[in-house]
């Protein structure tokens, strides 16, 4: 097969680890800028021109979208679609998941637990906003956020009312959302793959940050998930209509709850902390779900 890896950085682990799980495999890698990409949208031969030339023969692709880019992104995953190339995940589900507050909701009405959060838009809200979660400490996050960059603790109400009033003046989009004392700055990152999770690790904040993003200096060490976890991260995935996602789970004193579902997980850290490839599985399910589409279109023919 010949496989396209979105990805702006060909020099990131992720991307090198993709790249030699498909070789490894057999099949061709092909490493494409997403932003380099443009279109030409008909309804005749749609197709994707790269750097001067037309991208053709590809059977699938692995989206590796940043989170700065991921309306283009989802454009261009979108137009191979069209043009009949497998996504291991589509544009309609990397944009759920990126969308925080959608994301949050199609996790409530499939019934999974999460921390309770609120959505609130004039100011006069904010006294009500804040007693809808638990009150203080809280947890004040913009959407756009990605990787810890943009989570404020606010450990008072007078904090929290100060922090988001100054939020909402600038006209940023915020979730408040319940503190989940208990976690004690720890979360669980379960690496997913189709239905099974095939890989999971501990990340823990450093000392006085509430955090656990590896990026922001956070350390991971190898852990075992329950089956509610388990159950937990693959319904999530399913939520969401993703095949390739890292969930993240906090441990409640009411049990496992999901605190975001990502699209493009970091590979480097659950692969260095459980010694697991998690490369291999998605070439693999991919190669499953290409097979299962050509044997559908030979029995239609």
Known sequence: MKIGILSQFPQLYSTQRLVAACQSRGHEAVVINTLNCYMNINSIKPSIHYEGT????????????HASVTFYGCAVVRQFEMMGVYAANDSISIARSRDKLRALQLLSRKGIGMPVTGFAN???????????VGGAPLVIKLLEGTQGIG?????????AESVIEAFLGLK????????????????IRCFVVGDKV????????????FRSNLHLGGCGEVVKITSVERKMAIAAVKAMGL?????????????????????????????????????EPIVEYIEKMVAA????RSIIA
């Open 243 to 279: 095949v390739v996602a890292g969930v993240d789970i906090l441990r409640s004193n009411r049990g496992p709850l999901i605190l975001e579902v990502n699209s493009a997980p970091g590979i480097e850290g659950i692969e260095q902390t459980t010694g697991i490839s998690v490369t």
């Open 54 to 65: 037309e991208l053709v023969g590809f059977d699938a692709i692995i989206p590796r979208i």
């Open 122 to 132: 004039k100011p006069n809200d904010i006294p009500d906003l804040i007693n809808m």
């Open 198 to 209: 095939v890989a999971s690790m501990k990340r823990q904040g450093p000392e006085g940050d």
């Open 151 to 159: 989570v404020v603790l606010a450990e008072t109400k007078t904090a």
């Open 172 to 187: 940023a989009n915020i979730l408040v959302q319940e503190y989940i004392k208990e976690s004690n700055g720890s979360d």
């Open 293 to 296: 589409r050509k044997t559908n």
